[in-house]
């Protein structure tokens, strides 16, 4: 049985950093990618950052790009989302997925595993 814990999220200040971790379990991590995603209220679930099987490719949505990082340990078969300079549009329940194949993947539809979310509270 495939598993996806996040964990690292909370109430925190704009400006602020917060370090996201996704430990996974019953699944060949190091052979996919990896993704986080996050869904504000009211709001459709939006691509956050994507990494490779390998952690070489990188790929990040606009709004966080020069702000968040995303990282992966495949021998403790975790992938992190580093997040600073935080805003309150960051606000959301963020996920962690795993996608079907090796590569970075932006489309929610490339990911086969999903983690029950952790939320992110950014308050001005």
């Known amino acids: 049985q495939v598993q996806l814990v996040e964990s690292g999220g909370g109430l925190v200040q704009a400006g602020a950093s917060l370090r996201l971790s996704c430990a996974v379990s019953g699944h060949t991590f190091s052979q996919n990618g990896m993704g986080w995603f996050r869904q504000a209220p009211g709001k459709e679930r939006e691509f956050v950052a994507a990494?490779?099987?390998?952690?070489?490719?990188?790929l990040f949505a606009d709004s966080v790009k020069d702000r968040f990082t995303i990282s992966r340990d495949n021998a403790k078969k975790t992938v992190y989302l580093q997040m600073n300079s935080l805003k309150p549009e960051d606000t959301a329940v963020y996920y962690c997925?795993?996608?079907?194949?090796?590569?970075?993947?932006?489309?929610?539809?490339?990911?086969?595993?999903w983690g029950q979310g952790t939320q992110v509270t950014v308050s001005s």
């Open positions: 990494i490779s099987r390998s952690g070489v490719s990188t």
């Open positions: 997925a795993a996608a079907r194949v090796s590569s970075a993947r932006v489309n929610d539809w490339d990911y086969e595993y």
